[in-house]
């Protein structure tokens, strides 16, 4: 059985989730924010003209409005977009019968993957000041609950994988955001040659069995101080 806290998580993924658009009004909604994604890609925020996202997107420049007020809101809508398509695919490390040790590797390899294939979120995290500025106008508690969320996941997915072991539960927390922020830094995986040329599968797999095999303590060993 998962820990605990993976309930909050699967609660968070079910609120968090995109669905299929229900209507047209839905359906203009992520044809809009898409094309917008499109565009900050390709030119950058600060070069993307909203009259150039009603065009990409095939709505006047009115309808664009009803839809996002100020360009910002798009970027924040693409952003959250690009988050509920990747814990969509974390769904599966949820599974019951999964062993503590396959569970790490798994979400290791997902969020690998997808974090190469989350271009405004990789730039995010790279410290792009244009995407940084506009979410300073997200709610700031909203994102801390969320990487708290995410904090209590990797801890509790570590803790089990990594038994027997006799980290501290500060050891512990330490452990787990060190491999937050190697997940956070992968956006580079994206390039060839920082992969040497394998391809972005192989290379998630590599590393998550590379980390994985080699995250438990001798038998016997010390807890390491702290």
């Known amino acids: ?3 605990v806290g993976y309930e909050e998580l699967a609660r968070y993924l079910e609120e ?3 669905r299929e658009p229900e209507d047209s009004h839905q359906r203009k909604r992520l044809l809009i924010v898409e094309a917008a994604t499109e565009l900050f890609i390709k030119q950058g925020y600060r070069k993307t003209s909203m009259s150039e996202v009603a065009e990409r997107a095939g709505v006047a420049k009115g309808t664009l409005y009803l839809y996002a007020k100020t360009k910002a809101d798009l970027m924040v809508q693409a952003i959250t977009l690009e988050k509920q398509r990747y814990l969509g695919a974390l769904r599966p490390i949820l599974e019951d019968d999964c062993a503590p040790r396959e569970r790490l590797k798994r979400w290791l390899r997902v969020a690998v993957l997808l974090n190469t294939s989350m271009p405004l979120i ?3 995290i790279s410290g792009d000041r244009e995407i940084v500025a506009v979410l300073k106008e997200v709610n700031v508690q909203v ?3 969320a ?3 995410q904090q209590q996941f990797v801890t509790e997915m570590l803790d089990f994988a990594a038994r027997p072991h006799r980290w501290s539960s ?3 927390r330490d452990r787990a955001r060190v491999l937050m922020g190697l997940l956070y830094s992968s956006g580079s995986f994206g390039e060839e040659w920082v992969r040497g040329w394998l391809s972005p599968e192989r290379f998630a797999e590599l590393l998550a069995d590379m980390i994985v095999d080699g995250i438990a303590p001798p038998a016997g060993g ?3 101080p702290h």
């Open 143 to 145: 994102q801390n609950r």
């Open 122 to 124: 990789s730039r995010l």
């Open 147 to 149: 990487l708290e969320i």
């Open 1 to 3: 059985m998962p820990p």
């Open 170 to 172: 500060s050891e512990l």
């Open 16 to 18: 968090a989730q995109p």
């Open 222 to 224: 010390k807890p390491t």
